[in-house]
C-alpha cells in the first residue's frame, strides 16, 4: 500500500487521476444551482424551491473545503513552471477567498432562514449573484490551468521530467 502513495503515475499523482475536478465541479453546480433556485423562489414565490437553494447551499459549504484541500495538494504535486505559477497563484488564492465567502453566505441565509424560511431580501439575492460570478471567474482561472497550461496532463508532466519546461 505505502508504494501507491509513494509512487506518481504519468499526471504525477499518487492516485489514478486528479479529484480537485471533480469535487470542484461538485461545488460548483451546488452554488450555480442555488442561485437559480433562489431566483425563481423569489420572482414566483414558490418558497419550497427557497429550501432547495438553502439545501444546495449548505452542501457547497462542505464541498468547497474538499476540493480546496486536494486543490493545494494537486498544486504542490504539478511543479508549476514559470508561465503557470500566476494564474496557478490568483486560482489558490480565489480558492481559499471562496470557501470564506461559502461559509458566510450560508450562515447569514440560515440567520434568514431562521427568521423566515419563505422569503429572501434582495440584498442576499445581490450577494448570490456577487457569489455566482466570482465562481464563475474561478471556474475561468482552472480552465486555463488545465486547457491553456496543461496541468497534471501527460504531455506538460513529460515535458517537466525532460526539463524542457521551466
Same mark, same amino acid.
Given at each position: 500500500?505505502?508504494?501507491?502513495?509513494?509512487?506518481?503515475?504519468?499526471?504525477? %499523482?499518487?492516485?489514478?487521476?486528479?479529484?480537485?475536478?471533480?469535487?470542484?465541479?461538485?461545488?460548483?453546480?451546488?452554488?450555480?444551482?442555488?442561485?437559480?433556485?433562489?431566483?425563481?423562489?423569489?420572482?414566483?414565490?414558490?418558497?419550497?424551491?427557497?429550501?432547495?437553494?438553502?439545501?444546495?447551499?449548505?452542501?457547497?459549504?462542505?464541498?468547497?473545503?474538499?476540493? *480546496?484541500?486536494?486543490?493545494?495538494?494537486?498544486?504542490? %504535486?504539478?511543479?508549476?513552471?514559470? #508561465?503557470?505559477?500566476?494564474?496557478?497563484?490568483?486560482?489558490?488564492?480565489?480558492?481559499?477567498?471562496?470557501?470564506?465567502?461559502?461559509?458566510?453566505?450560508?450562515?447569514?441565509?440560515?440567520?434568514?432562514?431562521?427568521?423566515?424560511?419563505?422569503?429572501?431580501?434582495?440584498?442576499?439575492?445581490?450577494?448570490? /449573484?456577487?457569489?455566482?460570478?466570482? *465562481?464563475? %471567474?474561478?471556474?475561468?482561472?482552472?480552465?486555463? /490551468?488545465?486547457?491553456?497550461?496543461? %496541468?497534471?496532463?501527460?504531455?506538460? *508532466?513529460? #515535458?517537466?521530467?525532460?526539463?524542457?519546461?521551466?
Amino acid at each position: 500500500m505505502l508504494e501507491y502513495l509513494t509512487s506518481f503515475n504519468d499526471h504525477n %499523482l499518487p492516485y489514478p487521476d486528479t479529484i480537485h475536478p471533480i469535487a470542484v465541479h461538485f461545488v460548483i453546480a451546488m452554488v450555480v444551482f442555488a442561485f437559480a433556485c433562489d431566483v425563481v423562489a423569489y420572482f414566483t414565490g414558490k418558497a419550497r424551491l427557497f429550501e432547495v437553494g438553502w439545501w444546495n447551499m449548505c452542501i457547497a459549504t462542505i464541498a468547497i473545503f474538499v476540493a *480546496v484541500i486536494f486543490g493545494q495538494f494537486e498544486a504542490g %504535486l504539478a511543479k508549476p513552471y514559470d #508561465a503557470v505559477k500566476a494564474v496557478l497563484n490568483m486560482h489558490t488564492l480565489l480558492g481559499w477567498s471562496l470557501s470564506g465567502i461559502i461559509a458566510a453566505i450560508t450562515a447569514w441565509r440560515y440567520v434568514l432562514r431562521t427568521r423566515n424560511p419563505d422569503k429572501l431580501p434582495i440584498h442576499y439575492m445581490v450577494a448570490g /449573484l456577487f457569489l455566482t460570478l466570482i *465562481v464563475g %471567474l474561478q471556474v475561468y482561472l482552472g480552465d486555463q /490551468l488545465v486547457w491553456v497550461y496543461g %496541468l497534471h496532463t501527460v504531455p506538460v *508532466v513529460e #515535458a517537466l521530467k525532460n526539463g524542457i519546461l521551466q
